[in-house]
């Protein structure tokens, strides 16, 4: 089979799970995780001819994406801020998203030294991310999974950054002292919005990382709040990524623990995706 007849085939299975784009994304990645090949080299060379070996390969590739699951699971990485992170189905995959919360984070904050709590920290992208800008910073990831805080140690070490990590569950633990910021970008998602999930979601990333019941969907930020009465400092930043549908109710909220102010900004999607407020 030439390359050329199994990018034909690759596309016609795919179809159904994925838009024409992605399709064309993922036909990139299977030739440069898979075969080490440039997409240049395809263009070049559409006629190739697969030996049996990466034949064997990509079938296997392929035969895992039909079946719904992300490709990052399958190659056991990802890119996040240009950093590579490793993953698994212990932990949500970083989305581009998040890249806007954490830029945010380091524009407003030049300050030599700060002390920061990633609070549901997963694979440890933010806080790791964040520690390789901001090298003097003392920062702690909390995770309660200990599945995802292990992937989260094998990032640092990736990325040559120490990360202080916390195995607890955030509705129990306060042993800390205070901080300077609070960042997290907890599970927002509500259980009645799976119907707009897809497949490779649902089926393949943790549950307990992106939802939230439908008659309590602020239960994460609330306990967030409740922390940082005692644990952020006077003047201290808590930054968090939100669903946008719950944006009123979230402000409502903050309004309850005295921070009165706050402000907003948008995803590269325009959808208010990111909230700061100041103690």
């Known amino acids: 089979m030439t390359i050329s007849e199994f990018n ?13 784009q992605e399709v064309s ?9 898979v075969l080490s ?20 390969k990509i079938n296997k590739f392929t035969d895992e994406l039909k079946k719904g699951r992300p490709y990052q699971y399958i190659v056991g990485e990802t890119k996040f801020c240009n950093y590579k992170f490793y993953v698994n189905d ?34 440890g992208c933010i ?10 910073w003392d920062i702690f990831a909390l995770e309660k999974s200990k599945k995802a805080i292990n992937i989260a140690k094998r990032n640092s070490s990736r990325n040559l950054v120490n990360i202080n990590y916390v195995n607890a569950d955030i509705f129990s ?15 927002y998602i509500a259980e009645s919005q799976k119907k ?22 602020l239960i994460f930020y609330k306990r967030i709040f409740d922390f940082s009465k005692s644990k952020l400092k006077a003047g201290g930043l808590i930054y968090f990524e939100i669903n946008p549908k719950f944006k009123n109710q979230l402000i409502s909220l903050s309004n309850e623990y005295h921070f009165s102010s706050y402000e907003l900004k948008k995803d590269i999607f325009k959808r208010n995706r990111y909230i700061k407020f100041q103690k």
């Open 8 to 20: 034909s085939k690759f596309s016609s299975d795919l179809t159904d799970l994925y838009s024409l």
């Open 127 to 136: 806080a790791i991310t964040i520690k390789i800008k901001r090298k003097k």
């Open 196 to 217: 707009f999930m897809k497949i490779n979601v649902l089926k393949f990333e943790p549950e307990k990382s992106i939802f939230v019941p439908d008659d309590n969907p």
């Open 90 to 123: 212990s932990v949500m995959i970083p989305r581009v998203e998040t890249e806007g919360l954490v830029d945010w984070i380091l524009n407003d904050n030049n300050n030599s030294k700060a002390t920061v709590i990633d609070l549901c920290s997963g694979s």
């Open 173 to 187: 633990w306060d042993n800390c002292d205070e901080v300077d910021i609070i960042i997290s970008n907890p599970p």
């Open 25 to 33: 994304s993922l036909f990139k990645i299977v030739l440069e995780e």
């Open 37 to 56: 090949f440039n997409i240049t080299k395809f263009y070049l060379n559409p006629d190739y001819t697969l030996t049996k070996i990466e034949l064997k």
